[in-house]
């Protein structure tokens, strides 16, 4: 079970829009729709901010979305605000039942 | 609404069995629909996923750590636990506890977390 593979980090100016790469497998992200994101800030518990490829749960920010294509998934940031500065993390679900993570990406809004 | 909260021992001997408990508030082990994960942060890097329980008892684990590594619930006390033997200088990190919404046998992401205990493997 390899884990997926993320930049290590991005960059984007107050009101622009970033996007995080996260590529995988026919094993999981290629061959389900269930990958999910997760926003986690320093010395905090990570946060669901995207499941099921695309869905937002409730409380978070429009101004998150995901989408995938093929084998990578891909969660885009649009009018980036400081308080978006933070660590973010790909999952999907894999052919065996398991969970498996992204390396992790951090997101820096200069 | 519901509350997790990890509890164990902060140091942990090389070669000893590392044992955490997580318990839940506001809600039951017992949901359907919910299994409940254990996933770990090593200092300064990325999240692992490590297994779950599900509701009914079956278990699922990361094939990287399926022999030292057991989950198990508990619904008169409303917690799950997780033993992870043989622990070396590699399984200091951050344990976290959570909620993962598995609806129709897939993963839907694991939308309550606890706030995370720090165990160190120290001798």
């Known amino acids: 079970q390899s884990a997926l593979t993320q930049p290590a980090s991005v960059s984007g100016s107050p009101g622009q829009s970033i996007t995080i790469s996260c590529t995988g497998a026919s094993s999981d992200i290629g061959g389900y729709n269930y990958v999910s994101w997760y926003q986690q800030r320093p010395g905090k518990a990570p946060k669901l901010i995207i499941y099921?490829?695309?869905n937002r749960p409730s409380g978070v920010s429009d101004r998150f979305s995901g989408s995938k294509s093929g084998n990578t998934a891909s969660l885009t940031v649009s009018g980036l605000q400081a308080e978006d500065e933070a660590d973010y993390y790909c999952?999907?679900?894999?052919?065996?039942?398991?969970?498996?993570f992204g390396g992790g990406t951090k997101l820096t809004v200069l | 609404q519901l509350q997790l909260h990890e509890s164990g021992p902060g140091l942990v001997k090389p070669s000893e069995t590392l044992s955490l408990t997580c318990s839940i508030s506001g809600g039951s082990v017992n949901s359907g629909n919910y299994y409940w994960s254990w996933i770990r942060q090593p200092p300064g890097g990325g999240l692992e996923w490590i297994g779950f329980?599900?509701?009914?008892?079956?278990?699922k684990y990361n094939p990287s750590l399926s022999r030292r590594v057991s989950i198990s619930g508990d619904t008169s006390k409303n917690r799950y636990s997780l033993n992870l033997t043989s622990v070396t200088a590699a399984d200091t990190a951050v344990y976290y506890c959570?909620?993962?919404?598995?609806?129709?046998?897939?993963?839907?992401?694991?939308?309550?977390w606890g706030q995370g205990t720090t165990v160190t493997v120290f001798s």
């Open positions: 999952s999907s679900y894999t052919g065996d039942n398991t969970e498996v």
């Open positions: 099921d490829v695309t």
């Open positions: 329980v599900s509701y009914s008892g079956s278990t």
């Open positions: 959570a909620r993962h919404w598995r609806g129709g046998g897939y993963s839907h992401g694991m939308d309550v």
